[in-house]
């Protein structure tokens, strides 16, 4: 039931930025945390950045912090990743998922993603090329 199409990705150099898209359908999504993980070549799935059903309280990997912001439209059930500064590392297939459980939120589970999240739509490809 639940459904995330991902689009947006591209090619992009270092230094320049991307904007992702997540279109999400078969549940209620204002009530669900929705979370952006990524897969790089030869690496596994890396938790990116989490938002809160309500679009309050965000959450980052490190390693992103001050690029990337996360951000969501309730009324057109699409959750977004704005990336800027993009660098070579940041090269991967990025998916977006819903939380399983409603209204909630845990740093826990960007450990254990594939437990935690579903919906796993068939990413986007961002690749980083200097």
């Known amino acids: 039931q639940v459904q995330l199409v991902e689009s947006g990705g591209g090619l992009a150099q270092p230094g320049e930025s991307l904007r992702l898209s997540c279109a999400a359908s078969?549940?209620?999504?204002?009530?669900?945390?929705m979370t952006w993980a990524r897969q790089a070549p030869g690496k596994g799935l890396e938790w990116v950045a989490s938002?809160?059903?309500?679009?309050?309280?965000?959450w980052y990997q490190e390693s992103v912090k001050g690029r990337f912001i996360i951000s969501r439209d309730n009324d057109k059930n699409t959750v977004y990743l704005q990336m800027n500064s993009l660098q070579v590392e940041d090269t991967a297939l990025y998916f977006c998922?819903?939380?399983?459980?409603?209204?909630?939120?845990?740093?826990?589970?960007?450990?254990?993603?594939?437990?935690?999240?579903?919906?796993w739509g068939q990413g986007t490809q961002v690749t980083v090329s200097g």
């Open positions: 998922g819903k939380l399983q459980w409603p209204h909630h939120y845990s740093s826990a589970y960007a450990d254990a993603l594939q437990d935690s999240y579903e919906g």
């Open positions: 078969g549940f209620i999504f204002r009530d669900y945390t």
């Open positions: 938002i809160y059903g309500d679009g309050e309280d965000t």
